[in-house]
């Protein structure tokens, strides 16, 4: 059984520029997550994808975008990188999104906008 | 607005001490409560749940609705314990995990 893994792990952007991070959930799991790490702080939450439909948002601009596809896995897209979105990105998966599932994080992409 | 609060930066106990990892919610309904761990070069994973009551590595939680806290505890550190703790919360299916920043607990020998 394979883990969640994400591509790529490191990237440099220059501020305004489109970045794309991708993510391939645990076999089995259709909802799929995003986080955003900054530096000294927990993760935060992005949105939540379950069976290909955005079902959750955190408190993050129009810019933050995603997808997830007909065999779960999933992107991120960021619009007009500020140097703000320099973070560490974690795509996590799970079996559903109902009480006691566990949820499965990746290694994460280190995102530094300059 | 539901916050997660780990009062504690770092905390650093000798081997074979008693380690209370502290941390206290903010949520107006009934939360799940988790406790994450990452060791160093490793991924975020799963320690463990409130709704499960389990022991994992020796370490428990008990949530305490009242005082509104979800504090870790293990009776004996041991070296490997050594990592950053977080403690999350989650109000509803889709609404993601609210994270603490996190405690860098360190044991020493």
């Known amino acids: 059984e394979t883990g969640v893994t994400q591509s790529p792990t490191h990237l440099i952007k220059t501020r305004g520029q489109q970045v794309t991070l991708r993510c391939s959930s645990q076999?089995?799991?259709?909802?799929v997550s995003w986080y955003q790490q900054a530096l000294g702080q927990g993760p935060q939450f992005i949105f939540q994808?379950?069976?290909?439909?955005?079902?959750g948002r955190g408190n993050f601009p129009p810019r933050f975008s995603g997808l997830q596809f007909p065999n779960y896995s999933s992107e991120l897209n960021v619009n007009a990188l500020e140097l703000d979105d320099s973070a560490l990105y974690l795509c996590?998966?799970?079996?559903?999104?109902?009480?006691?599932?566990?949820?499965?994080f990746g290694e994460g992409s280190w995102l530094t906008v300059v | 607005a539901q916050r997660v609060t780990q009062p504690e930066k770092l905390l650093s106990v000798f081997k074979g001490a008693p380690v209370e990892l502290k941390c206290n919610y903010s949520?107006?309904?009934?939360?799940?409560l988790f406790w994450y761990v990452q060791y160093s070069r490793q991924r975020l994973q799963l320690l463990l749940r409130?709704?499960s009551r389990e022991s994992i590595k020796g370490f428990t939680a008990d949530l305490n609705k009242g005082e509104t806290s979800f504090h870790l505890k293990k009776p004996f550190a041991q070296e490997e314990d050594s990592a950053m703790y977080y403690c999350?919360?989650?109000?509803?299916?889709?609404?993601?995990?609210?994270f603490g920043k996190g405690t860098h607990l360190i044991i020493q020998p």
């Open positions: 076999s089995g799991h259709n909802t």
């Open positions: 996590a998966s799970s079996v559903g999104h109902g009480v006691g599932n566990t949820i499965y």
């Open positions: 949520y107006s309904g009934s939360p799940e």
């Open positions: 994808y379950y069976r290909e439909e955005e079902n």
């Open positions: 409130h709704i």
């Open positions: 999350a919360l989650r109000g509803g299916g889709a609404d993601g995990l609210t």
